[in-house]
């Protein structure tokens, strides 16, 4: 099977790259043609015509697409929506029209930006989207462009990525808890931190599961999923528990006070939903997946980290 991964320089492309290197033929883009760690890659830049995205998708010739790459940047997306709508709205379009009538399924990743915030209960796939900013309306766009192509596709909604390396928001407690004696954070946004490489290890096992002689049944679930690690916390939560499992891991020599402040205590250029719990039921159940709990999962994280120093 040959797999194009576009965004193998993200949070979850760079984990893509090790979880669906097994599985197949692997050819990897970033938007400059260079891997972290400055190896060369294939370049695709969404932002680009679609003449250019097409080219690419004809000479790789893939059996699956897996999509990583996504305009992230949710503040400044407010004063880029047609840049953030092209990237990550118009070129997915371009993907999943290219390889529907090829079969070719299409795997992309969405988010909990696409709610509104408001439920009183973890989001299902079926529930009404209202995205509060221009990043959660791209991303919408995206998923209903790929809809739209007809082709095999997953939509694998996840929510508050982090990981060992990248820009998030586990590294940057960690380097203002090198700092500061006390850490200001929001109580009041309550969601489920969740590692980019629980996203990648369960891509993985998706795939396989679909494909395990390396070709997809036609009748295969597709669809839209939710994904992210169990339970949930607010910023705040995550903060206090990163402080002392990076304590206890020797990461920092003490843990800062992290105090709760409310949203409107910190004001940001994009507004974001309260509440973005998702309900990762459909998945857990559809594959089989077995997905850990926020808390446990950090663990991991920090313990990746410490081997790293
Ligand atoms: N991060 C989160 O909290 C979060 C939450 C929910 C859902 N998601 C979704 O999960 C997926 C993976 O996100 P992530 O956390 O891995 O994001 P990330 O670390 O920001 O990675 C996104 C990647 O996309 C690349 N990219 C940006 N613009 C591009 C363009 N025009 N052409 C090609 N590549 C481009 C970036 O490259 P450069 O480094 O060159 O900019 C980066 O390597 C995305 O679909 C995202 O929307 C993320």
Redesign the pocket.
């Known amino acids: 099977m040959r797999i194009l991964l576009?965004?193998a320089?993200?949070?979850?492309?760079f984990e893509l790259m090790r979880a669906l290197g097994p599985l197949g033929e692997l050819r990897v883009t970033?938007?400059?043609g260079l891997l972290p760690g400055g190896a060369t890659c294939l370049r695709?830049?969404?932002?680009d015509s679609d003449a250019a995205l097409i080219t690419l998708l004809d000479r790789s010739a893939p059996d699956l697409i897996v999509?990583?790459?996504?305009?992230?940047a949710v503040d400044r997306a407010e004063d880029e929506p047609v840049l953030a709508q092209r990237?990550?709205g118009a070129a997915v379009g371009t993907l999943g029209r290219w390889a529907a009538p090829r079969g070719v399924p299409v795997i992309?990743?969405?988010?909990?930006?696409v709610f509104d915030g408001r439920g009183a209960r973890p989001w299902r796939e079926d529930d009404a989207t209202a995205p509060l900013n221009a990043y959660g309306a791209s991303?919408r766009s995206g998923e209903q462009a790929l809809i739209a192509a007809a082709g095999p596709h997953l939509i694998l909604?996840?929510?508050?990525?982090?990981a060992a390396r990248?820009?998030?928001f586990l590294r940057s407690m960690l380097r203002l808890a090198a700092e500061r004696d006390v850490l200001r954070v929001v109580d009041d946004q309550i969601g489920a931190p969740t590692p980019?490489r629980l996203i990648a290890n369960a891509t993985a096992a998706i795939v396989a599961r679909l494909a395990p002689c390396g070709i997809f049944a036609a009748d295969a679930p597709w669809g839209i999923y939710h994904l992210t690690a169990g339970g949930q916390t607010s910023w705040c939560g995550f903060a206090r528990a990163i402080v002392q499992a990076a304590q206890r891991a020797g990461l920092i020599v003490r843990a800062p006070e992290v105090q709760a402040i409310a949203s409107t205590d910190y004001p940001t250029r994009a507004r974001r939903p309260a509440w973005s719990v998702l309900d990762c039921t459909r998945a857990q159940d559809t594959f089989a997946l077995r997905l850990p709990s926020w808390d446990s999962a950090l663990d991991a994280v920090i313990g990746e980290l410490a081997t790293l120093r």
């Open positions: 576009l965004g320089g993200g949070q979850v492309g970033t938007r400059d695709a830049d969404l932002a999509n990583a790459a996504a305009y992230t990237i990550n992309h990743y969405s988010t909990d930006y991303k909604r996840t929510a508050w990525v982090y990248g820009h998030n980019a």
